[in-house]
């Protein structure tokens, strides 16, 4: 099990958190998306690792951009 947690920016509600975690949640091997919209933390948990490249993707899919993270 593995646990990352990134920053991501341009989150201003629910739906919002509710399409990040959409498409993260589509990556392979995700297990749960925790998204904290006030700090913009978005922790992944996956049972094997999940290249940060493809959180990115994900994030940037749903319309927002990773400042910090793995």
Request: charged content about 15%; hydrophobic content about 40%.
């Amino acid at each position: 099990m593995s646990t990352t947690t990134y920053t991501v920016t341009g989150m201003t509600c629910a739906h919002c958190v509710a399409s990040v975690t959409e498409e993260i949640t589509e990556i392979a091997g995700v297990t749960d998306v925790a998204v904290d919209l006030p700090t913009g933390a978005v922790t992944v948990t996956s049972d094997g690792d999940v290249s940060p490249e493809a959180v990115r993707a994900a994030v940037e899919e749903a319309g927002y951009q990773v400042t910090a993270g793995a």
